[in-house]
């Protein structure tokens, strides 16, 4: 009976031994072909990403100069500006998006737009102009962090802006120059975010 117990515990181990080294080979054949699949799913993320900021690249150009009219109190270079916004939106190629890429675009641009339209189409009354840049704001905001920026941007937040209500605006620069308070207020801000 010891005889067999004996002969049982050595068979395990054996077993067990094998088992082991089993297992490693096929622990360092799934390490060594990891390498390699995260490396390609890294390109196609970056290559991804590059097309992604590509498209982005006119809209915030232009989301700028809408800022910076608004900033110099100036309803006729926002509006043109906005103009060309609306414009350029809507040629943006995004074919090689993915079916949740263009949902996203697609549902962040028509907002956009429909702000922008509203700003181009009323060079001469500001106030009406700077309420519908809040909107337009957050949308290029969530634009950005979906898509990214081929430049650092600056999310600047004043308290005092939007009737009380706060509000924000992204700029090129951490130079603050105010959309919503134009020239009478333009230092009145704080840098909120630094988005890469």
Known sequence: MKKTIFIFAIAAATLAA?????????????ESNAPQASSQTGNESTSQSVKNTAATKEIVLLYI???????????KDAASAAKA?????GKVDIASFSADQKKTWEDITADA?????????????LEHQREHFVMLSKDIYD?????GSEKVLYKIFDSMSNDGKGAF????????????????????????EEIK
């Open 18 to 30: 094998c088992n082991s080294t089993g297992n490693k080979s096929t622990a360092n054949q799934t």
């Open 65 to 75: 100069g809408i800022k910076d009219g608004l900033s110099n109190d100036n309803g």
């Open 85 to 89: 916004f609306v414009e350029a939106a």
């Open 113 to 125: 737009k429909e702000m922008a339209e509203h700003i181009g189409a009323n060079p001469d009354k």
């Open 143 to 147: 634009l950005v962090k979906a898509f």
């Open 169 to 192: 605006w992204l700029s090129e620069t951490k130079e603050i120059k105010n959309p919503y308070m134009g020239k009478a207020m333009s230092n009145s801000g704080t840098i909120q």
